[in-house]
């Protein structure tokens, strides 16, 4: 998966409880991305970043914050778990915009 | 084709024959496409991808062709594996973000 780890892998919590996922690098990409994925849709992008402190919204942002504080690090934080955001969660990098994207394993996460 | 409905459209082919995936997308603007295989269980894999001043590439057992009039993309893999089933789906960009196709599945008969 080009370098690219996920963490957790698999997670369960309930409504209305913070939840953290972290998407790791090791090819010193500048972009990162968070995407979810669910039956019936395409990938839909929730975040991305371009470097260190940047970030801007994706289609699906609402719900989402994200945080970049390392190239190699890429933090998607739900505030509040909703129902509606179980779905599977993947991150991926490119060395710039427009050019091909890497995707990690993914993370399942479920919230009841 | 892609679809955005519940379900993915299929496509059956038998162990060496050639398969075609077709994509339509939905911006004129878009000036650069992906193609990605997902197995179950698994993130996307990049396969091949193509910019707007090009009709076609190709890649290994794989062609992507780009039909900008009608906005239309296709992949076609040749002499088709096993080990190609799996769902294929496109993507679009026109610039930093990327919008992705509900996917085809793909199912090789041996």
């Known amino acids: 998966d080009a370098g690219i780890t996920q963490s957790p892998r698999h997670k369960v919590t309930e409504t209305g409880t913070p939840v953290t996922l972290r998407c790791h690098q090791t090819e010193n990409h500048r972009y990162m991305y968070w995407y979810r994925q669910d039956p019936g849709h395409g990938l839909r992008l929730i975040h991305y970043?371009?470097?260190?402190?940047?970030?801007d919204k994706g289609e699906v942002s609402d719900g989402y914050s994200v945080s970049r504080s390392k190239t190699e690090d890429f933090l998607l934080t739900l505030e509040s778990a909703t129902s509606s955001q179980t779905s599977v969660y993947f991150c991926?990098?490119?060395?710039?915009?427009?050019?091909?994207?890497?995707f990690g394993p993914g993370t399942r996460l479920t919230v009841t | 084709g892609e679809s955005v409905g519940l379900h993915l459209p299929t496509l059956s082919v038998q162990e060496g024959d050639n398969s075609i995936i077709n994509c339509a997308y939905s911006?004129?603007?878009?000036?650069?496409f992906i193609w990605y295989k997902q197995e179950s269980g698994k993130g996307p894999q990049f396969i091949i991808d193509i910019r707007s001043n090009m009709d076609k590439r190709q890649g290994q057992r794989v062609t992507v062709l780009l039909n900008k009039t009608v906005k239309h993309l296709s992949l076609q893999i040749a002499a088709t594996q096993p080990g190609d089933s799996a769902v294929y789906f496109c993507?679009?960009?026109?610039?930093?973000?990327?919008?992705f196709g509900t996917g085809t599945s793909l199912t090789v008969i041996p």
């Open positions: 991926a990098i490119s060395t710039g915009r427009a050019t091909e994207q890497y």
């Open positions: 970043s371009y470097g260190v402190k940047d970030t």
């Open positions: 993507a679009e960009s026109t610039g930093n973000q990327f919008y």
């Open positions: 911006n004129s603007a878009s000036d650069y």
